[in-house]
Nanobody, 116 residues
Framework: QVRLVESGGDLVQAGGSLRLSCAAS????????MGWYRQTPGKQRELVAT???????NIADSVKGRFTISRDSNKNMVYLQMNSLKAEDTAVYYC??????????WGQGTQVTVSS
């Protein structure tokens, strides 16, 4: 059974940093590329970062140079390091398979709020 649990969100001032964590259980972690998504009310979920099983990363243009993604296969964890945060980064952040997320695997997400 696959379960994804996100954590690390917080209220932070613009220019600050946060590190999000995603604890993954189940077979998918080993076989799939994983991604971090974010969503704000009234908007579609946006894929911001992807990492393959071998560690190759892809970062969306909207956060390139500020966000990095990593994974620790020994711990079944995926991380999103977010630096130089902006107000427009405010969203609920989720992890899931990427680039095609599996609907039943969505977790509760973690709220990131950036104050300007």
């Amino acid at each position: 059974q696959v379960r994804l649990v996100e954590s690390g969100g917080d209220l932070v001032q613009a220019g600050g940093s946060l590190r999000l964590s995603c604890a993954a259980s189940g077979r998918m972690f080993w076989l799939n590329a994983m991604g971090w998504y974010r969503q704000t009310p009234g908007k579609q979920r946006e894929l911001v970062a992807t990492i393959t099983p071998d560690g190759s990363a892809n970062i969306a243009d909207s956060v390139k140079g500020r966000f990095t993604i990593s994974r620790d296969s020994n711990k079944n964890m995926v991380y999103l390091q977010m630096n130089s945060l902006k107000a427009e980064d405010t969203a609920v952040y989720y992890c899931n398979s990427a680039p095609n997320p599996v609907a039943r695997y969505w977790g509760q997400g973690t709220q990131v709020t950036v104050s300007s």
